[in-house]
């Protein structure tokens, strides 16, 4: 069969032999626990307890502040501290509540739930809603609200994106092969949602385990379908992916639902299962700790709000002293500076490198080989656009379509000159969205 | 529990790069040169090695020079001013006394290259605005080509002339001509070096070749006559110019549909300048003059970027 693809990308060195292998171990973590009340896209969370109290794993401890939001919920069960502001994985200091842990992790009562059949849509997306389900694959956006289009009779496909493109990561890769039932039937819960849509799993041709297992499972599932996707980065970005599988471009202007499409990630939609079957809010998530830093690459099955330190601990500490650590992929991961602050609920990996590959190359002249036009997925012009952002020249950035680009980095992965391309392309979209919306 | 008392690096994503580099990039084309080089110091003898010593040593000097009196940062690390100097040197005719190739590489680097701000930024090919500044100034002692210690006309010449030639010779590169550009074969070997390492396009190349033979096959005196082809095809720097040449990134354009553009635009010039001119070769200034269409070529060729137009169903 031939594999699926879109136009351009890259082929990095993808490091995920180090970690692929390792079965997916729990982490059962000391001390303090920090929640940032915003994981997520949208608003952040408003606390519902105070200091002193204590608290049950599974307790909701802070209240979804409005429509795009989403609650969080204790991981462990403690007392709470405080609520202060603490330093995250993208460097800004948020409200986060911090709980002590009593090392007891005494359960609060699961949500309650009725059986699958008798539930109608409504409640499947309370569910989804209560549980403070977001995007795992690292946007964060919250999937009740991504699983209520205006139209959902018109969403054709729903696509489980288990590509994972980024080097390094593994963790996806673990869950398919460990509990690939849970995958199929989170599908199968999210496609109760809309009546005429089919669903996709798909995978990229690197793991053809993974395509085995999950073909079998679906075997009997008319609705279901496994798509073989080609192995390149970014391969899992989401408007490449309905691209791949369904030949739908969409653009910036457009959202995967206007296309018929939604896209979610593997660890979302298995607690979407653990959700609407179990009654278990995210209190979880997988996380790939790797680099050539770390003397054991693991993955692990994290309880959200703690510390990144015991997780290089767990993987058995540093074999070097790392240069850079970054939270989630190298494409398009959170360089850190500090190692201590919490995994959320979008932290895929840690990845520690030996090295820091940035710093060894300087940026030199453009040397118009035209090498990003070829990488680039969007089929921009990264070489112009950064001149146009250096340069502050807005309308010509907007003109050639800089407000396109996806911000997947493959420009300056394979600039020759070691230009900061997505990084100059990234700050004149960011200015130019900030002053439209101030405009509004 | 771990502590990391140092703060790390931090940088804008992505975190990893590939391992090319304009300067690997260079060593590329430099190796690729190397056939035709060897070929043309094989042919033409130890004055032609020390005509392309001279010329790299004067691009590289030059450059460096310049960058050190203008208190910029130096570049000649990224080999491009080798590449520049060993071009030039390839498209001299061996008899060319030795100061001549240092007028032409001072020219190409400094008035080509540095003066518009350095690598990438030149709005002309620098080997060629250096060899085209010599035939203008030298015109005599450029276009004089020797073989053997004999002058004779070029292949390209003698066909205008209405001779006959072997077009074997021609492939092969037993013929008169400029250091680097008479073996065909030698250049072909390190072009499919460059395609193989991704290094140039083939759509450059291969719409300047096509278009080329079109052309001459449409409006030149022998019509669709293979060997004719061939010979046209292999004489005259063409070769040369197809593959190490016009696919020159900074004089190039860099959107796809710009290159097949720049590609034609060339072939017809070449059979425009061999068919109708009174000159027999005509390549150099085929480039060159594309090469200042190159922004305007940009301008009407933008991409039409993923998604815009809307569903695609």
């Keep these: ?440 | 529990m771990t502590i990391v008392s140092d703060m790390m690096n931090v940088s804008v994503t992505p975190h990893i790069r590939s391992k090319e580099s304009t300067g690997r990039i260079m060593l590329l084309v430099i190796i690729a040169l190397l056939p035709a080089t060897g070929f043309g110091i094989y042919q033409f003898g130890y004055q032609a090695a020390i005509l392309i010593a001279v010329s790299i040593a004067t691009t590289v000097l030059t450059e460096f020079l310049y960058e050190k009196i203008m208190k910029m940062p130096v570049t000649v690390g990224d080999l491009s001013a080798i590449v520049t100097g060993l071009l030039l040197a390839l498209n001299l005719p061996v008899s060319v006394p030795w100061w001549m190739a240092v007028i032409g590489g001072v020219f190409a680097i400094l008035v080509v290259k540095m003066f518009f701000g350095g690598i990438g930024q030149n709005f002309m090919n620098p080997a060629l605005g250096g060899r085209c500044f010599l035939v203008i100034c030298f015109t005599a002692r450029m276009t004089t080509f020797t073989l053997d210690g004999v002058t004779t006309a070029t292949p390209l010449a003698m066909l205008k002339a209405g001779e006959d030639v072997n077009t074997w010779d021609m492939v092969i590169g037993k013929i008169p001509g400029t250091i680097g550009e008479t073996s065909a074969i030698a250049i072909m070997v390190g072009a499919i070096f460059l395609i193989l390492f991704d290094v140039i396009d083939m759509r450059i190349p291969f719409t300047y070749l096509l278009t080329f033979v079109i052309f001459i096959g449409l409006f030149g005196p022998n019509g669709w006559d293979p060997y004719y082809l061939t010979a046209q095809l292999a004489g005259g720097g063409l070769m040369l110019g197809a593959f190490f040449m016009a696919t020159d990134y900074a004089t190039s354009p860099i959107t796809p549909l710009g290159k097949i553009i720049f590609g034609i635009i060339l072939g017809l010039l070449t059979g425009i300048f061999r068919v109708f001119s009174s000159s027999a070769e005509g390549v150099s200034y085929a480039i060159v003059i594309s090469n200042l269409l190159v922004p305007l070529i940009e301008r009407f060729t933008i991409p039409k970027c993923f998604g815009k137009g809307g569903e695609n169903r």
């Design chain 1, 1 to 440: 069969m031939a594999t699926l693809t879109f136009k351009g990308g890259i082929h990095p060195y993808d490091g995920k032999d180090l970690s692929k292998d390792k079965p997916i171990q729990e982490i059962v973590p000391q001390g303090e626990m920090v929640y940032p009340l915003s994981m997520h896209i949208g608003a952040p969370a408003t606390p519902i307890v105070e200091a002193g109290e204590r608290v049950l794993k599974g307790q909701k401890i802070a209240e979804a502040a409005g429509f795009v939001s989403s609650p969080v919920y204790a991981s462990v069960s403690g007392t709470v501290r405080t609520i202060e502001k603490r330093l995250t994985v993208t460097g800004d200091r948020v409200d986060c509540i911090i709980i002590d842990n009593d090392g007891l992790y005494e359960e609060a009562p699961p949500m309650p739930v009725k059986p699958v059949e008798d539930m109608t849509k409504e409640d499947i997306l309370t569910l989804i809603r209560e549980a403070g389900i977001v995007g795992m694959g690292g946007a964060g956006f919250p999937t009740h609200v991504k699983l209520s289009p205006k139209e959902p009779d018109k969403i054709n496909y729903v696509i489980a994106n288990c590509s994972e493109c980024e080097p390094y990561l593994t963790s996806d890769y673990r869950r398919m092969m460990e509990v690939p039932e849970r995958l199929v039937l989170g599908l199968k819960i999210i496609l109760l949602l809309f009546d005429h849509a089919k669903g996709i799993l798909a995978v990229e041709d690197n793991k053809p385990d993974c395509i085995r297992k999950l073909k079998e499972l679906v075997i009997d599932e008319p609705r279901i379908s496994v798509k073989v996707l080609k192995t390149k980065y970014p391969q899992g970005s989401e408007r490449q992916l309905i691209y791949a599988t369904t030949k739908r471009a969409i653009n910036s202007s457009m959202l995967p639902a206007d296309a018929g499409c939604i896209v979610n990630n593997v660890d979302t939609i298995c607690a979407v299962f653990s959700a609407v079957i179990e009654g278990h809010p995210l209190m979880y998530r997988v996380v790939t700790v790797t680099g050539d830093a770390v003397n054991d690459p693991r993955n692990f099955i994290v309880p959200i709000g703690t510390n990144y330190a015991q997780l290089i601990d767990a993987a058995g500490g540093f074999k070097v002293k790392p240069e850079k650590i970054v939270s989630g992929g190298p494409m398009m991961g959170f360089a850190l500076f500090d190692i201590n602050v919490p995994v959320t609920k979008t932290s895929s990996a840690l990845l520690c490198m030996s090295k820091d590959e940035v710093a060894k190359w300087k940026p030199s002249q453009c040397i118009k080989c035209g090498k990003c036009l070829e990488v680039c997925p969007a089929r921009l012009m990264p070489s112009k656009l950064a001149d146009f952002a250096e340069n502050g020249d807005e309308e010509q950035f907007v003109k050639y379509n800089g407000m396109e680009c996806v911000e997947c980095g493959s420009c300056s992965y394979t600039c020759p000159a070691k230009r900061q391309l997505v990084q100059s392309i990234k700050y004149q979209r960011r200015t130019i969205l900030a002053n439209r919306k101030k405009n509004k």
